[in-house]
T-cell receptor, first 116, second 113 residues
Framework: GAVVSQHPSRVICKSGTSVKIECRSL??????MFWYRQFPKQSLMLMAT?????????EQGVEKDKFLINHASLTLSTLTVTSAHPEDSSFYIC????????????FGPGTRLTVL | LAKTTQPISMDSYEGQEVNITCSHN???????ITWYQQFPSQGPRFIIQ?????VTNEVASLFIPADRKSSTLSLPRVSLSDTAVYYC??????????????WGLGTSLAVNP
């Protein structure tokens, strides 16, 4: 149980285009989903926290107009990287927490974004 | 500023016990300690979580002293497939606007034959 999927697993796009990444909890309802970014050989950096039906909470230094997050249902959250640039190339990972659970996050497999 | 510190890398051999210690001097009263394993180009995988004393599951043990300023992940009899990066995370998810998740930089464990 507690499986989280991400789509696509990898994407290559041209500079200036927008890319949408989907995060789904397959067998449970996730009231809260988290979006992370990870550069090579670095730790995970929390970008934002997404609660179903409300606006996402962004971490300091993360541009909310550039990284649009939508959490329309209890099983789906999307991250859209708008007007992507090469410096946005990274590994994007989502996680979800079970409703009522205290502290365990279930992570998706990640999405490798390469901006040319 | 809260900080989570762990060794950058460790080497071990198959069959040995591996202990990875994480330092979190500024841990808050309600914070939990969680360890994750990550393989290249994959999302992290939950290993174990604890609040105080000792926790054990089928894959690892977690030792937390009384002052909770550090924690030690213990992997018994490692195998080659345990070669991965191990992250220490301190924080609490359901803290509303006071939520903070402090990730360590990760310990790259290499298990040799």
């Amino acid at each position: 149980g507690a499986v989280v999927s991400q789509h696509p697993s990898r994407v290559i796009c041209k500079s200036g285009t927008s890319v949408k990444i989907e995060c789904r909890s397959l067998d449970f309802q996730a009231t809260t989903m988290f979006w992370y970014r990870q550069f090579p050989k670095q730790s995970l950096m929390l970008m934002a926290t997404s609660n179903e039906g409300s606006k996402a909470t962004y971490e300091q230094g993360v541009e909310k107009d550039k990284f649009l997050i939508n959490h329309a249902s209890l099983t789906l959250s999307t991250l859209t990287v708008t007007s992507a640039h090469p410096e946005d190339s990274s590994f994007y990972i989502c996680s979800a927490s079970l409703a009522g659970a205290h502290n365990e996050q279930f992570f998706g497999p990640g999405t490798r974004l390469t901006v040319l | 500023l809260a900080k989570t510190t762990q060794p950058i890398s460790m080497d071990s051999y198959e069959g040995q016990e591996v202990n990875i210690t994480c330092s979190h001097n500024n841990i808050a009263t309600n914070d939990y300690i969680t360890w994750y394993q990550q393989f290249p180009s994959q999302g992290p995988r939950f290993i174990i979580q604890g609040y105080k004393t000792k926790v054990t599951n089928e894959v690892a043990s977690l030792f937390i002293p009384a002052d909770r300023k550090s924690s030690t992940l213990s992997l018994p009899r490692v195998s080659l497939s345990d070669t991965a990066v191990y992250y220490c995370l301190v924080g609490r998810l359901n803290a509303g606007n006071n939520r903070k998740l402090i990730w360590g930089l990760g310990t790259s464990l290499a298990v040799n034959p």
